[in-house]
């Protein structure tokens, strides 16, 4: 379903976005990266375009995430799609020397997921691949 921001009062918008933004500066702190969110998360080129620094990835990254998707084992097409989606909505913020990840759920709520495979979702406990750990492993492979 779409909701039309102009129809919602403010307070009712899914906040998933202010975590992500919360998450971002506490990044910066714990890393020492600067204007994290003007950098693109994989390759380190500045990012100029505002859906670009909102994503967190350059138009090229964002092409080549697309590219690799479906070449990665273990993952079904629809955990693919949704991990596709998650990069381009900026719901991944690296922590930990980029071992560790932020994710963002679709309720706003956020794990932590590593590229081998953890991760705090409901599948990820379980030890069943999650598209969180789809979305890191395509930034960092
Ligand atoms: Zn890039
Ligand atoms: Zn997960």
New binding site residues.
Partial sequence: MIVSANTVPESSVPDSRVHGIDLSAATVSTTGVSEISASCLRCGRRLTSPPSVSAGFGPGCTRHFRRTAPTLPGFTSQQLEDALELLELGGIVPLRGRRVWL?V?HRGAT?R?APTGQ??????VHGK?????AAVRLVVV
Avoid: F, L, S, W
């Fill in positions: 994710t759920g794990y997921t991760c705090t979702c409901a599948a990820g691949p999650c598209h969180h750990v």
